[in-house]
């Protein structure tokens, strides 16, 4: 339909591609009853009040009071349908995975690890904290590291503080406190660190070293502890001498031809808006399943935004563990947002309601296009690393910061971000490549968009071609021969461990 995104054959709304003014009137009879802002939905026909809103095919809400067709459908005019029951879900639907396209590569060229795992997008030095108190005083000596030796190691690509708020002040033996100490201990391991240990310690907090280091790392070589150091030049000195060993190591590594199947990546969106789940988030979710078909493994998450799709997900779990393993994530953070009296209702933003999504529903349905269509072979607790490989449900909570933190303790080397309103979001121990849901996003930011799949919406490209640029470009970005945009300019977010235990 000119003007507008129908999606769905079944669907009694569509998706204005640009601002609409009223009274425009289209080829199929219907005619705008008022202005309508782009993004926003029209309805296609009289909606009784109480009768289904459907996009996607799906039950977005039901209608708060009759709709006439040609009238604004905004959130305040949606009831929340019931959140599907994840005791009751069906899995395995899938009889053998239908994906008729060919991966027009197979390998790229990484950095292989000697721990083995993943092979890394990036070689890079990570500096492990295991308190805020240190954050001060690693900083100075990562500035200095970085001028005066890092330029000694051309074959290094940066030196990264995991500086974070855990470690400290906290319930260390709470229930949840597996979650952020595990992220910790996980993020270590990233593929982009290339199996080099370096901890700086204060020495009384509650995060002592041996909880997130194995025995055979846990010595001098490894660990820094402030408060055995003679002042402030000695501590530089300590984490600059012990940088230096490590970097040397890292600098020894090199780029080699490699399969598919040593590469993790995840895919998480930020200020969606109602073209994310036409445009942006299918041509990932196709990039996604050409990855997946040529072996690789790619992560996507988001709790609060696959909920109320999470039975369509359950259908493409390989097995009743997986579906068993995604339910109980699912109650896990329901009982979770419970304990802080919020629903799913919390999301969308105000940001993503200006762009048109009118509930959570919506919002999911979006969502949930990024993981495209493979079979879903694994599902993993907040910061869980893989033990299997190709498409795979990592929880984590929705926001871009947490969300990215944690993808990279479950051990991806890159990331797509796709994004409507737009956000700089980025990582420093991961490239980032975004992609834009609409072309005014990527002509306004066009220094910082890397793809722009608002093409898609307008009919001048398709989810096929923008999906295969994608894939060119993450393989491209993979071996280092692109800079995304955030990574070129150095826009990194803070790392932000998903901490759901108390603060003391
Ligand atoms: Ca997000």
Known sequence: MDGFVKVNSADNVAVAINDIEKETAFLDGVCARSDIPR???????????????????????????????????????LKLPPTPDVTRMTFSAMAGWDFPHTPPKTTFEGYRNPKGGFAGTRNILAITTTVQCVAGVLNIAVDRIRREILPRYPNVDAVVPINHAYGCGVAIDAPDAAIPIRAIKNLMDNPNFGG?????????????????????DNNRDNVIVLQELEGLEAMIGAISKMAESKLKRLNERKRETLPLSELCIGAQCGGSDSFSGITANLAVGFASDLLVKAGATMLFSEVTEVRDAVHILAERCVSREVCKKLADEMRWYDDYLEKGRVDRSANPTP??????????????????????????????????????????????????????????ASGITLQVFTTGRGTPYGLAAAPVIKVSSRTSLKRTWKDLIDIDAGTIATGESSIEKKGMELFDYIIRAASGEVMPAAEKYGIANDICIFNPAPIT
């Open 196 to 216: 080099e240990i370096m901890v700086v310690a204060l020495g009384c907090e509650k995060l002592t070293a041996d909880r997130i280091l194995g025995e055979e």
């Open 351 to 408: 940001g993503n309601k200006k762009g048109g999504l009118s509930n959570i529903v919506e919002k999911a349905m979006g969502s949930i296009a990024k993981s495209g269509t493979a079979p879903i072979v694994e599902a993993l607790s907040p910061g869980e690393k893989p033990e299997r490989r190709g498409l795979i449900f990592a929880a984590t909570p929705a926001s871009d910061f947490v969300c990215g933190t944690m993808q990279l």
């Open 39 to 77: 993004g926003h939905k029209i309805a296609l026909e009289d909606i009784s009040a109480g009768a289904p809103i459907i996009r996607y095919g799906t039950t977005l809400g039901y209608a708060a009071r009759n709709i006439r067709k040609g009238e604004w459908v905004n959130e305040s005019m």
